[in-house]
T-cell receptor, first 114, second 107 residues
Framework: NAGVTQTPKFQVLKTGQSMTLQCAQD?????MSWYRQDPGMGLRLIHY???????DQGEVPNGYNVSRSTTEDFPLRLLSAAPSQTSVYFC?????????????FGPGTRLLVL | KNEVEQSPQNLTAQEGEFITINCSYS?????LHWLQQHPGGGIVSLFM???GKKKHGRLIATINIQEKHSSLHITASHPRDSAVYIC?????????FGTGTSLTVIP
């Protein structure tokens, strides 16, 4: 199993540009989520999904869109990038999102918005 | 929102020392997770617990639901334990994370 994969590893954007961060898992997990990690802030939940076709907002959803058309993929879209979105983004997954399941994290995407 | 606080923020220890990292949270939770973030950035899950105590090798995690507090202990610390340790509360369908404790173990 490849586990949770994320692409790209690093990206530089200009303010106003759009892009999609890719996340895929091959473990047949129902629950997938996106987090951002900023210095001194800890990880914060952006959006999550409990299964294909179902998504919901987390703590910091503004400026981001998600969709879940398949169990494997959970892309995160930045429609109009802003410098405040400079961060490290992690995707994670687990079987069903229940409380005592192991969360598997991707390697992260480092995004710089100029 | 569940406020999660960790202490200390930074910790330096000599190899072999017993280490304790503390986590407190503000709202009743369904479960608490401990994660380890390696210097390269990768994050792995260490423990998930909703009550009592769990042990994996030299790592022990405890939780006191009434006091809204959890601790992560490392016995006989080793330089390879150097990492950032993060606690996360699971409430509803969402995780709330502490800011992490950066541990450095010196040989």
């Amino acid at each position: 199993n490849a586990g949770v994969t994320q692409t790209p590893k690093f990206q530089v954007l200009k303010t106003g540009q759009s892009m999609t961060l890719q996340c895929a898992q091959d473990m047949n997990h129902e629950y997938m989520s996106w987090y951002r990690q900023d210095p001194g802030m800890g990880l914060r939940l952006i959006h999550y999904s409990v299964g294909a076709g179902i998504t919901d907002q987390g703590e910091v959803p503004n400026g981001y869109n998600v969709s879940r058309s398949t169990t494997e993929d959970f892309p995160l879209r930045l429609l109009s990038a802003a410098p405040s979105q400079t961060s490290v983004y992690f995707c994670a997954s687990s079987y069903t999102g229940l409380l005592l399941e192991t969360q598997y994290f991707g390697p992260g995407t480092r995004l710089l918005v100029l | 929102k569940n406020e999660v606080e960790q202490s200390p923020q930074n910790l330096t220890a000599q190899e072999g020392e017993f280490i304790t990292i503390n986590c407190s949270y503000s709202v009743g939770i369904s479960a608490l997770h401990w994660l380890q973030q390696h210097p390269g950035g990768g994050i792995v899950s260490l423990f998930m617990l909703s009550s009592g105590k769990k042990k994996h090798g030299r790592l022990i995690a405890t939780i006191n639901i009434q006091e809204k507090h959890s601790s992560l202990h490392i016995t006989a610390s080793h330089p390879r334990d150097s990492a950032v340790y993060i606690c996360a509360s699971f409430t509803g369908n969402q995780f709330y994370f502490g800011t992490g404790t950066s541990l450095t173990v010196i040989p």
